[in-house]
């Protein structure tokens, strides 16, 4: 509405009512834009934006469940895709929503900084001609001057810290206070710039990769040691911290007793490091929650699981594959998962996948697990052999490509198990070769990322969290006190303003009023 | 004691609590239902029922109704007070029970316990000074249903803490999400209050509705519970959260469901506030987006825990894993 305003050096009477020329419209949307109305819609937008990417799995929170969930959706999963779905947080419309939400509290706090700084030097406003009309008003009559009334009054708002207007006149006072709240209010916007600086720093320049560790498996910090790696978009690689660790022993705490009984209670990884080449040695216990610091970079134990070492001999009598191959917990009981493959063995490729059972126990026939103590592993695999199709492109090594491979069958014509516990050979049938279960030994998956800029985001909050409280708690508030003498006794009229919302001004007046009665109990 | 002894002490305090805050409800039902009977009689003393009826029987009649609504307004009030206390017991042998001692609020069950004792304990502690006995009812039957949740479907035996929550941040962090909870769980009851209080016009009123504020009144008071809540929330949310989540998981803010959950609360709350100070979204439009705001809230708590799995507040589902190793994406 503000952009219909007239403009009398214009006299366009071709100009229907209610055409706006560029300028205008600029203006008009930009008032538009930095309106009360525009922020509250907005918010109420990036909360409703927010919904999807916690009920479908983001791809950059975790990408297996993401994958797996496209896998399930075969309709929805491309649509999605287009919509950006799998990526909320990094889509377009999201960065539009929160983009035009900073350009809308820049627009309203910037002014309103300038207003206060102006504000902040101001004498409180001088008395309203009719006080009797504000919301909130009393009167009372006295015996006392005008004089004595004024100068209670004075005395005791500026003991409850009201800033007083210096050339009020002698029959009335003006007073004001809670300056600082609309500066909490300012403070508490221009936090949120600060967070959002220190947010976008981390995730333009930071990394998150992780690794999965053999017990005793050295790894060095460079970008071919990782599993996965998801690198902020103005990510440096050769800035990397030139670090390298690796884990001693590993120590896990299990639970004999009680609901929980064989899951681990706490687990600690002892690991020595160097910050970086020709560095002394020095040496961490690496738990959950307790991160490792390094230079720039942090790392953390967040997981742990079993790799059985399995040696598979081809048929030619030839190691083909040897080694530990970490296989991945199920649930909290560490029953896991995994496969090996022997893309090298001859005649042909054998690949084997199955179950890892850290406490194997027969009841009546079906095999369980009692807990996630290796008290008595046990492997128990399925044996395939064709093309594991490793030649096409990558491929996890957590899963068996099963399009060129057949399932190996037994003399009997059943499906092969092979169930081994440590130090156990079996033949595979068809001379084929055989699968040795040697021992097993525990990984580690270590976090390992760089985060910079948090710092900022954390000021940011504070900041934020510091103006909040100041916006919400410090009361913004003006008195007016004007005394009038007449010929019986003198009117004292009392009206208060509060300028907060949210506050009781009526109590705030009888409070006022009460003080002013009673000299001797002024303060 | 033993650590059997105190969980058995935990549930039995749990029952216990649970049948005082059901007479704290009876007492209030009654309250109400005498209410209803005063302003019947005041209505026909105000009419003036036959002139020579002995008028002052009945305003003597009227008083001792009163004073009885009175009575059971206080007994209310007093039995929520002993419910609260024993709630709190239940609450303090939950966490004697687990070996090693903790804090008891470990699990969905624990939260819920002792988030329905903060909204109990904040009905009393502001029902002197807001004069929120009006709100009995309403606070007793919610924490009471969500007592009965937590019994039935959410009850979880103790057990030590997971190795991911084992951190003096557990402390902080669910403190302060817990108190922000109560405080908004509360604010929401008033928004309710206000937007049904509303659609009746705030005209003087009779019966149930004559011992409910003003609206103008209710605004204000849910205002203030919630300008006390959203600090609070912020604390817990976005700072003690993500210092956690760092420590814990290596990034402070991982877009969990949980954690967008809260910061969808965040904003809601955020826009309240935004709309009280907003020509025409103050008063219902205000009211509506704390509801809003209390609804995401619960579904946060509870909801939203069976609709996502890949949350890594782990504690939320059943077979929860001890740390985020089966979510491997390998190469």
């Known amino acids: 509405m503000t952009a219909t305003e007239t403009r ?11 055409e706006l020329n560029l300028r205008e419209l600029v203006r008009w949307t930009w008032r538009q834009l930095t309106s009360m109305r525009t922020a509250l819609i907005l918010l109420l937008l990036l909360a409703l934006a927010a919904v999807p990417g916690s009920l479908v799995p ?27 779905i799998f990526n909320v947080y990094g889509s377009a419309w999201f960065a539009a929503i929160y983009v035009l939400l900073v350009i809308s509290l820049l627009g309203c706090i910037i002014p309103r900084t300038f207003v206060y700084a102006r504000g902040l030097r101001a004498q409180p406003p001088a008395a309203p001609r009719n006080l009797s009309r504000l919301p909130s008003h009393a009167s009372y009559a006295t015996t006392e001057s005008a004089e004595v009334v004024l100068e209670r009054a004075r005395a005791l708002l500026k003991h409850k810290r009201y800033r007083l207007r210096r050339d009020a006149g002698d029959s009335s006072v003006s007073a004001e206070r809670g300056y600082l709240r609309e500066l909490g209010n300012l403070v508490f916007h221009l936090a949120v710039l600060v967070v959002l600086v220190g ?19 050295p790894f060095s910090n460079n970008l071919t040691q990782y599993d996965d790696f998801v690198p902020g978009s103005l ?34 990884a002892d690991l020595t490091y160097t910050e970086a080449p020709g560095e002394p040695e020095k040496s961490y216990d690496l738990r959950v929650n307790h991160p490792l610091k390094i230079g720039g970079t942090e790392l953390f134990l967040i997981g742990h699981g079993y790799a059985p070492v399995v040696t598979i001999r081809d048929g030619d009598g030839n190691v083909a ?26 005649p042909t490729q054998i690949g084997l996948e199955g179950y890892f059972y850290p406490a194997f126990a027969d009841v009546d026939g079906t095999p369980v697990n009692l807990g996630g103590n290796d008290v008595n592993p046990l492997l128990s695999l399925n044996v395939y052999t064709g093309d594991l199709n490793m030649s096409s492109g990558s491929q996890s090594v957590y899963t068996l490509d099963k399009s060129k491979v057949t399932q190996v069958t037994g003399a009997d014509g059943k499906n092969v198990r092979l169930n081994l516990t440590p130090g156990e050979t079996v033949q595979l049938p068809n001379g084929l070769g055989s699968v040795t279960f040697d021992k097993v030994v525990s990984w580690q998956r270590i976090q390992i990322s760089h985060t910079p800029g948090k710092d900022v985001a954390l000021l940011g909050v504070v900041l934020a969290l510091l103006g909040l409280m100041g916006s919400l708690f410090i009361r913004s508030r003006r008195v007016w006190v004007r005394v009038s003498e007449g010929p019986d006794g003198t009117t004292v009229d009392i009206a208060a303003l509060d300028r907060s919302g949210g506050a009781d001004t009526d109590a705030v007046l009888s409070q006022l009023v009460a003080a002013l009665q009673k000299p001797e109990e002024k303060s | 004691m033993t650590d059997a002894g105190w969980a058995t002490l935990s549930n039995q305090a749990v029952a216990a609590a649970a049948v005082v805050y059901f007479l704290a409800l009876l007492a209030h039902v009654v309250e109400w239902a005498s209410l209803r009977q005063v302003d019947r009689t005041k209505v026909l003393v105000g009419a003036g029922a036959p002139v020579d009826a002995p008028v002052a029987p009945a305003g003597a009649e009227v008083e001792k109704h009163e004073d009885r609504v009175a009575m059971f307004g206080r007994l209310g009030l007093l039995l929520t007070g002993i419910a609260a206390a024993i709630h709190f017991v239940a609450l303090v042998g939950r966490g004697m029970s687990a070996d090693p001692n903790r804090v008891p609020w470990g699990n ?41 949740v937590a019994v039935v479907w959410l009850y979880d035996p103790t057990g030590p803490l997971p190795e991911a929550l084992n951190s003096y941040w557990l402390v902080i962090h669910v403190v302060s999400a817990i108190t922000a909870t109560g405080a908004f769980t509360l604010g929401g009851m008033t928004s309710v ?26 605004d204000l008071i849910s205002y203030r519970i919630h300008a006390f809540g959203f600090p609070i929330w912020t604390f817990a949310v976005l700072i003690t959260g993500p210092i956690w989540a760092h420590q814990a998981w290596s990034s402070y803010w991982n877009w969990d469901p949980k954690e967008v959950w809260a910061f969808i609360t965040w904003v809601v709350y955020a826009a309240y506030l935004h709309a009280r100070t907003t020509a025409g979204w103050r008063g219902r439009n205000a009211a509506v987006l704390a509801l809003v705001g209390t609804l995401t809230l619960w579904f946060n708590f509870i909801g939203i825990n069976y609709f996502s799995t890949s949350s890594q507040h782990s504690y939320a589902g059943a077979p929860a894993l001890p740390d985020s190793s089966a979510s491997l994406s390998g190469k």
């Open chain 2, 193 to 218: 209050t206000y937007l049904l209080k509303r659609r009746r016009g705030d005209k003087p009123d009779t019966g149930l509705w004559a011992r409910v504020p003003s609206l103008d009144k209710l």
């Open chain 1, 321 to 346: 594959a040897s080694g530990p191959v970490p296989f991945l917990p199920m649930g909290p009981d560490l029953f896991s998962f995994g496969v090996v493959k022997a893309p090298f063995a001859e």
């Open chain 1, 235 to 268: 990510f440096d690689p050769d800035g990397m911290d030139p670090f390298s660790f690796t884990v001693n022993k590993f120590g896990i705490e299990w639970l004999t007793t009680g609901p929980r009984a064989g899951m681990a209670r706490g687990f600690n």
């Open chain 1, 8 to 18: 009398p050096t214009a006299p366009a009477p071709e100009r229907r009512s209610g």
């Open chain 1, 58 to 84: 983001q791809e950059r929170v975790d990408s297996l469940k993401s994958s797996e969930w496209k896998d399930a959706h075969t309709t929805l999963a491309p649509i999605y895709e287009k919509l950006g």
């Open chain 1, 199 to 217: 947010f976008a720093t981390g995730t333009l320049f930071g990394f998150r990769g992780g690794v999965i560790l053999i017990q005793g498996q």
């Open chain 2, 108 to 148: 969905m069950y624990e939260f819920t316990l002792a988030g329905t004792f903060v909204v109990a304990a904040f009905y009393l502690v502001m029902s002197r000074r807001y004069a929120l006995s009006w709100l009995g009812p309403v606070v007793v039957t919610f924490v009471l249903t969500l007592l009965m």
